[in-house]
């Protein structure tokens, strides 16, 4: 895990709640404008973005998953999603929390939950942007992906992890 993640001496890491969700989102939009737009264009970012409109999917996030949020100093620093106890289904950083250990962290807390579920793998759909995190923490590509968002087409990447029991 990154030593940084010492330097935040008040992180407090919770379950998601259903008043979290507009904070989720906004942090969603932010770090998909700030930390994606190398990987991708701003029609693509747009189209990304869109998916924080859904708020059927997003209480289906909240209510289904298991959410664990990261919180320093009264604002949210990341959040990370697990549906169906072994697929990653959102996991954002927010743009001045970036490079200090809160995606490990999350990361980390949310493969124990899959063990603890007696999970042989892990899986996600990722960007391009997050792949080299990914990579790092043990997960392979599967295969390279064109989804369409709003009709327009952009690049991720099926990931899978194979755990150790």
């Known amino acids: 895990m990154n030593s940084n993640i010492s330097d935040n001496q008040n992180l407090i890491i919770r379950k998601g709640e259903i ?41 289906n996030v909240i209510s289904n998953q298991f959410v664990l949020i990261v919180v320093s100093g009264g604002h949210m620093a990341g ?22 250990g809160i995606a490990s962290l999350l990361y980390s807390l949310i493969e124990q939950e899959a063990l603890q579920h007696h999970e042989k793998e892990i899986t996600a759909d990722v960007s391009k942007t997050a792949r080299p ?4 923490t043990g997960f392979q590509v599967v295969k390279e992906q064109t989804v369409y968002v709003k009709g327009i087409a952009m690049t991720n990447y099926k990931m899978i992890k194979h755990l150790l029991a």
Not at 25 to 54: H, M, R, V
Not at 89 to 94: G, P
Not at 133 to 136: A, L, R, S, V
Request: hydrophobic residues 35%; glycine residues 4%.
């Open 19 to 59: 008043n979290d969700l507009p904070e989720m989102q906004q942090l969603f939009t932010g770090a998909i404008d700030e930390i994606c737009k190398k990987d991708y264009d701003p029609q693509q970012l747009d189209a990304w973005k869109s998916g924080a409109e859904n708020e059927e999917r997003w209480m």
């Open 79 to 100: 959040f990370c999603t697990l549906d169906r106890g072994n697929y990653i289904d959102l996991l954002f950083v927010h743009k001045e929390y970036q490079h200090k």
């Open 133 to 136: 995190f990914f990579e790092k």
